[in-house]
């Protein structure tokens, strides 16, 4: 099977009823492992996952820093086929969600579709053979009829260019990439960054190193997690009543999506969150300055809401401080601040996020006719539903442009999308077409549509967050209910689309 998108038949042989079209669908993490199962479940094996990593899982294999896990409650980040009724607490931890998506790669006849250490750095569509012709960054050539892109959004590291890093002479390494054979007993560490990893890990490290030094741009609001460990009979229960499964999922899909009235701009709701989160704060931290330094200056909902049980305890430490004055640059021994203090460091970590507005970036993307993917997109990514691309035939995206959330599972996002592509897939088959493609008026009237509504809401408030360009632009979320995007989903409206039967 994993010849299956090396050698992709030429004019005359592509998909048809009784011929499958070659499917490459590249990362074989949460959304590649969801599209290669339900094309397995549809009856189509000529498909292959390709992975630059040496192992399945994705940011979930990427992220194994201490603490890392969910802030998805577990039932609900699982597929809905594949529901895990043994998870051990709401909130899982990093290993356990890799162990899961073993399980259902293992169970689904996954591992002999996935090319591991395989990446591509380029693909060209062929008009004439409506195929995509690839090249790895091994300079290795291969084709397909259908490119499904699974990379995701949170895949590329982001290391900020700081004056005199390269001069430093202790440790560096980002949380993404964490260096699990360094130990940080009796450091001075500095972590530059306090987001969804950071507030993970800052609890971990700061009962064992000297000194943690948090360098913050600007504060978060933080919710509690109120995580716990499920009791033995509550797994009994998962496991032998799977009505009370499927109906506890569902609750929390319910309250998760109620949460969205949260994020219409100057809503009642969103007052009440932020004085939730504001009383958290009061309620887990007693120092005035501390305090002001932790009060964020912006609408809840501009940046991602965190959620954590232990952050604001681990900020009350002795040997933890915060640091609020921006960073003029990096020294041999340690950073300096703008306003001329100096720290000495032993190990730096980057918890500063990730690449999250290039998308497709470093792949050179070609369509009709030669255009180029990162041209398109240089004022900021889009596409149909999050999915198709006008002028790029074949082409799909999972978690692509503004499907990404800030109240509900992406595992459901994921599936709708999944449930997308593959009816454009058996309609390759249906019809025996060279290939679809989006119109142009469709995709730009869809995005429109996208960019208006997400102008009432908090994400395009003043403030620096991942979600959005240096521009401004809101390239990541999705502008509403995820139940919304399910009903545009549920089945494409084929008149948006060029359908171009085979010559």
Not at 489 to 498: F, K, L, N, S
Request: glycine content about 8%; aromatic content about 12%; proline content about 5%.
């Amino acid at each position: 099977m994993r010849e299956a998108a090396r050698r992709a038949p030429e004019s005359g042989q592509g998909p048809s009823p009784h011929n499958p079209p070659t499917i490459a669908i590249l990362g074989a993490g949460v959304a590649g492992l969801c599209m290669g199962i339900r094309l397995k479940k549809a009856g189509i094996s000529s498909f292959t996952l390709f992975e630059k990593s040496d192992r399945l899982g994705g940011t979930w294999y990427d992220n194994s820093y201490p603490g890392a896990g969910c802030d998805v409650p577990s039932h609900l980040y699982c597929f809905s086929f594949e529901p895990n009724p043994s998870w051990s607490r709401k909130f899982s931890l990093q290993p356990e969600i890799q162990d899961y998506l073993d399980h259902c790669a293992l169970k689904y006849g996954l591992l002999k579709h996935i090319r591991f250490r395989t990446e591509i750095a380029s693909a060209s569509f062929d008009e004439a053979q409506g195929v995509w012709r690839m090249r790895t960054t091994t300079g290795e050539e291969l084709s397909a009829h259908v490119l499904v892109s699974a990379t995701g959004q949170l895949n590329r590291p982001h290391v900020p260019k700081l004056l005199g890093l390269d001069s430093f002479e202790g440790s560096t390494f980002h949380s993404a990439r964490w260096d699990h054979g360094h130990d940080l007993a009796g450091e001075d560490v500095a972590v530059i960054g306090n987001g969804a990893s950071a507030i993970q890990f800052i609890p971990c490290i700061a009962p064992v190193a000297r000194r943690v030094t948090i360098f913050q741009r600007s504060a978060n609001y933080v919710v509690p997690r109120f995580d716990r460990a499920y009791k033995p009979w509550e797994k009994w229960i998962f496991r032998n009543v799977p009505i009370a499964l499927k109906l506890y999922r569902a609750s929390i899909y319910g309250r998760l999506e109620a949460r969205f009235f949260g994020f219409f701009r100057d809503s009642w709701v969103g007052k009440k969150l932020r004085e939730g989160a504001l009383a958290y704060l009061h309620e887990r931290v007693s120092d005035p300055a501390l305090v002001e330094k932790l009060t964020p200056d912006y609408p809840i909902g501009c940046k991602r809401i965190l959620i954590s049980d232990d952050y604001y305890e681990s900020l009350v430490r002795p040997n933890v401080e915060v640091v609020t004055e921006p960073i003029a640059g990096v020294t041999r021994r340690g950073i300096v601040t703008e306003d001329g203090s100096s720290r000495l460091v032993d190990t730096i970590i980057f918890a500063t996020g990730f690449e999250t507005t290039s998308f497709l970036a470093p792949m050179q993307i070609e369509g009709l006719g030669g255009r180029k993917l990162a041209e398109e997109w240089s004022t900021g990514a889009e596409a149909y539903l999050g999915v198709a691309l006008s002028g790029y035939p074949n082409l799909f995206l999972l978690y692509g442009p503004n499907t990404n959330l800030g109240h509900n599972s992406i595992i459901f996002m994921i599936e709708c999308q999944v449930n997308y592509v593959l009816q454009c897939v058996q309609q390759l088959m249906r019809r025996s077409l060279s290939y679809l493609d989006v119109r142009r008026e469709a995709m730009d009237q869809y995005n429109e549509q996208v960019q208006h509504a997400i102008e009432k809401t908090a994400w395009s408030a003043g403030c620096h967050s991942w979600y959005k360009t240096e521009s401004g632009k809101v390239t990541n979320n999705w502008s509403g209910f995820t139940v919304e995007y399910w009903w545009k989903t549920r089945v494409p409206d084929w008149g948006a689309y060029e359908l171009v039967p085979r010559a």
